[in-house]
């Protein structure tokens, strides 16, 4: 009796202990057979076209035809090696760091996670899409209406800047007294 009731306990924690969290690290490095390249943006149709030129330079490689070093793409040179124009592995690190959310709540990023057997998996570029926003504009202040039309009110003349008093400026006077100036001739 005491086993059964000792093996059952074991295989529930065992049950809760596989259900984990993984959270993917950055990925800016993308290897390949004989090289493979570096690209740290997210744009899918980059990510496809550089997928492309380095299963060609792998081919090219393995025949020895090309000895050249491995390609760095970028979202600002989109669709070529931005090498040539002077950009190096870390800049493409620099630019997938660039791309993650500085400020997340832990609950978005699980909403983004994918169920596997082994448990949840957080893509690194999870929940860096905002889901709220900050709305400002000026105030406009709400149009006088009567029930009835009236012809003697005017025509309205569009907004109206909106000032805000302190409350202790109210008991001071507008213009305070001022003490007139002793003048004195100094003769030295």
Known sequence: MNRGIFIASLLCLAATASAQTIFE???FQYPGPRG???YGGDDPRQL??????????DAERRF????????????LRPFEDARRYGFTPTDAYNDAQQ???RYFRKSELLRDAMETPAGHIVPARAGGERRWSIDIHPATPA???TTTP???TAPSRGQAPVIVFPREWMDRPAFPESKPREL?????
């Open 48 to 57: 496809a076209a550089a997928e492309r030129n380095a299963a060609l330079l």
């Open 36 to 38: 493979g390249f570096y």
């Open 184 to 188: 004195r001739a100094d003769a030295r």
């Open 64 to 75: 020895g035809v090309v000895t050249q070093p491995v390609p760095v793409y970028s979202d």
């Open 143 to 145: 149009p006088f209406r």
């Open 99 to 101: 791309s993650l959310p």
């Open 150 to 152: 009236s012809r003697t």
């Open 25 to 27: 690290p950055v990925r």
